[in-house]
C-alpha cells in the first residue's frame, strides 16, 4: 500500500478513480468530482494537493489536501464544502494509514487535519498518543418513511399550527402559493440571480458571502448546479407568493439521499414564514415522489432543524501527529482556525 501525491487538479484526470472509490465509500453527492472540481477551480490557491493510497493498482483511500503552516497540512476545506474531501473505507482514518500519509506529503510533515468528519462514514476513533479529536457542529437529518401525513403529524404543534395559520392567511389575503423545481442546466444561472437577491436583502448582504453572477460563490455554485442538473441530480427549489419570489433551496442527489446545500427566504415576509411553507410543500413532494430515503442537512444544527426532525450526530475533526511528542507540544496551542467551532456553521 503506497501513498502518491499529485497536484490537486490532476483529480480531473483522475475523475473516474475518485468517483468510484466514492461510490464504494463514503457514496455523498458532494464528495463526488461534479462538486470538487468546480470548488477547486474558483477556490483552490495551486497548493492544494490530491492524495491517494494505492493497494495492488486499485484506489484505497484518497483525499485533497492543503498546507496550513510549517509541517502542518490540513483537508482542503472551503466553507462551500460540508464535509472534508476524504474518502476511503471507516478504518482508513484509524492511524497508520495517517502515519504513512504523512511521510509521503511534501517536506517534513508534522500534522495531518482531517476536517468535518462524519461518523456515519468515519467512526470517530479513540484517542492515542498520535491522534487527536474534536468536537466540531452537530448536523441533522430526515429519513423517509411510512407516509407523509405520518411524519407531519410527528411534527410538534407549534410547527403545524403556524404552518396552517400561514397557509389561512395567505389564502384569506388571496395569495396563491406554487413550489417550482429548477433541473434544466440552462435554468440554472437565472435561478442564482433570484436567490442572490433572496440573500443580498438579507443578513448576508452584510458578511460579503451573499450569492451573486459575479463573485465566486455565484461561479462555484453556476459551475457545480449546472454539472449536476445535467446528470439529472441537482435541484433548485423556488417557492412563490403569487409572482414574487419569496424562498429558494439549493440541493444535490444521488439517489436515495439528498442534501439541501443553501437555503434563503425573504425576510420581509418572515411573518409568514416562507421558508417553512417552502419546506412542507417540498417535503410532502419528496415523500409521494418516492425518489430519496434520506434528507441531509449538514449544516450547524439550528432551531429550526429541531422542528422537522429530533435526529442528530457530532461531526469532528480528525489530527494525526507525526510523533507523540508534536501531540504534546501541540495540545498547548489553541486549535486553528480550521477545527474550532463556528457561530454559524451552515455551509456556503
Known sequence: ?????????????????????????????????????????????GMER?????????WSAAALLQPIG????????????????????????????????????????????????????NPRPPEDTRLRTLDYVSTSWVDIEDDFESYWNARGKNL???????????????????LECVTDPADVAPALVDYGHLESAGWKAGTGTAIH?????????????????????????RYRFDDKVVAMDLCIDNGPLVVILKTAYDESQRQVSPSTLMRQDQFKAWWEEGRYRRIEFYGKTLEWHTRWTEASRLLYHLTAYRWGW??????GTKPSAATAVPADATPG
Open 1 to 45: 500500500m503506497t501513498w502518491t501525491v499529485y497536484p490537486a487538479q490532476e483529480l480531473r484526470r483522475f475523475a473516474d478513480e475518485w468517483d468510484a472509490l466514492q461510490r464504494r465509500s463514503t457514496d455523498t453527492p458532494f464528495l463526488e468530482t461534479g462538486f470538487l472540481l468546480p470548488l477547486l477551480d474558483v477556490f483552490g490557491k
Open 50 to 58: 490530491l492524495a491517494v493510497l494505492r493497494e495492488v493498482g486499485t
Open 70 to 121: 510549517k509541517g502542518r497540512w490540513e483537508s482542503f476545506q472551503p466553507s462551500q464544502l460540508p464535509l472534508g474531501p476524504w474518502v476511503g473505507p471507516p478504518q482508513a482514518t484509524q492511524g497508520p494509514e495517517l502515519e504513512s500519509l504523512m511521510r509521503a506529503l511534501p517536506g517534513l510533515s508534522l500534522s495531518l487535519g482531517l476536517t468535518q468528519l462524519d461518523p456515519r462514514l
Open 160 to 178: 403545524r399550527q403556524n404552518a396552517r395559520k400561514q397557509r389561512n392567511k395567505l389564502q384569506a389575503d388571496g395569495v396563491t402559493t406554487t
Open 213 to 237: 453572477p459575479d463573485n465566486e460563490q455565484g461561479r462555484f455554485y453556476r459551475l457545480m448546479l449546472e454539472k449536476f442538473c445535467r446528470l439529472g441530480r441537482g435541484r433548485i427549489y
Open 326 to 331: 508534536v501531540r504534546r507540544l501541540a495540545a
